[in-house]
C-alpha cells in the first residue's frame, strides 16, 4: 500500500507560480515512476506530467510543456511539480500517482495508487 498526499494548492493570479507536493508513505517510490493528473469538474482526468523512477526521464503534457516541471525527492520520498506561468484553463483539482514501474506512463489506468487532490485555482 502507498498512501500519498498533496499539498501547495490554492488560489493564484494568471501568469503566477505555485508549487505541488505529494509526500508518499507506505512504501518507498525509489525506483518507481510517479505521475500528476488533473480534473477539472465535468472533465476526465487527464495526464500533466511523470517522472521515471531514477529522475531521468520526464514527460509531460503539451499543454503544460515549458511551463511545468516536475522533480522527485527520493530522501524525503515526495514528488514536486513546479507550475509557472499558470493559465485559468489550468483550474483543476490536481492528484499524484504512483505506478509500479519504473518508466514514466501517461495513462491513467496504469496507476495503482492515488492521492485526494489539492485544488488550484487561476484566476483570470
Known amino acids: 500500500q502507498v498512501q500519498l498526499v498533496e499539498s501547495g494548492g490554492g488560489l493564484v493570479q494568471a501568469g503566477g507560480s505555485l508549487r505541488l507536493s505529494c509526500a508518499a508513505s507506505?512504501?518507498?517510490?525509489?525506483?518507481?515512476?510517479m505521475g500528476w493528473f488533473r480534473q477539472a469538474p465535468g472533465t476526465e482526468r487527464e495526464f500533466v506530467a511523470a517522472?521515471?523512477?531514477?529522475?531521468?526521464?520526464?514527460l509531460y503534457a503539451d499543454s503544460v510543456k515549458g511551463r511545468f516541471t516536475m522533480s522527485r525527492d527520493d530522501a524525503k520520498n515526495s514528488v514536486h511539480l513546479q507550475m509557472n506561468s499558470l493559465k485559468p484553463e489550468d483550474t483543476a483539482n490536481y492528484y499524484c500517482?504512483?505506478?509500479?514501474?519504473?518508466?514514466?506512463?501517461?495513462?491513467?489506468?496504469?496507476?495503482?495508487?492515488w492521492g485526494q487532490g489539492t485544488q488550484v485555482t487561476v484566476s483570470s
Open positions: 507506505g512504501r518507498t517510490i525509489s525506483r518507481y515512476a
Open positions: 500517482a504512483w505506478v509500479p514501474y519504473n518508466i514514466p506512463v501517461r495513462t491513467p489506468a496504469s496507476y495503482d495508487y
Open positions: 517522472v521515471s523512477g531514477s529522475g531521468g526521464m520526464t
